[in-house]
């Protein structure tokens, strides 16, 4: 499936449908809700490590890629303790809730961000044609 179609969408929808399933936590308070919205944030996200690797996989020269999927593990190794120790302090100060609302509305930021310039990258002709 993911050689047939076209990634950026479903990247991009991952990460909205990730943050959306974060709102929510900012005003909700029962467990039951929680657990569900978290289920299906799971069920959200599950696709991204796939769709994100399969990305670098058609749009890099095989010869290149050991070296490219290297350095992204070394990126993300290094981002998720910086994370944690913004994390941490942001929990302190906003609390779980507005911590986790504060992060569902940048990602939906992120989401619309990114569709905005790839909408961009697109052209408008491509808009045109999608939307005959």
């Given at each position: 499936m993911l050689r047939t179609t076209r990634q950026w969408p479903l990247v991009?929808?991952?990460i909205a449908l990730w943050g959306g399933t974060l709102i929510p936590f900012g005003f909700l308070d029962a467990t039951?809700?929680?657990l569900v919205l978290f289920a299906l944030g799971g069920l959200a996200y599950g696709p991204f490590p796939a769709f994100t690797l399969a990305l670098f996989q058609n749009a890099t020269d095989p010869a290149d890629?050991?070296?490219?999927?290297a350095a992204r593990g070394a990126i993300t190794m290094?981002?998720?303790p910086a994370g944690a120790a913004v994390g941490g302090p942001l929990v302190a100060a906003l609390g779980a809730a507005g911590t986790l609302?504060?992060?569902?509305i940048a990602t939906l930021t992120l989401a619309g961000a990114v569709a905005l310039v790839l909408f961009a990258?697109?052209?408008?002709?491509?808009?045109?044609?999608?939307r005959a």
């Open positions: 991009v929808a991952v039951a809700p929680t890629l050991p070296a490219l999927l290094t981002v998720l609302l504060g992060s569902g990258a697109a052209g408008p002709a491509r808009w045109r044609a999608a």
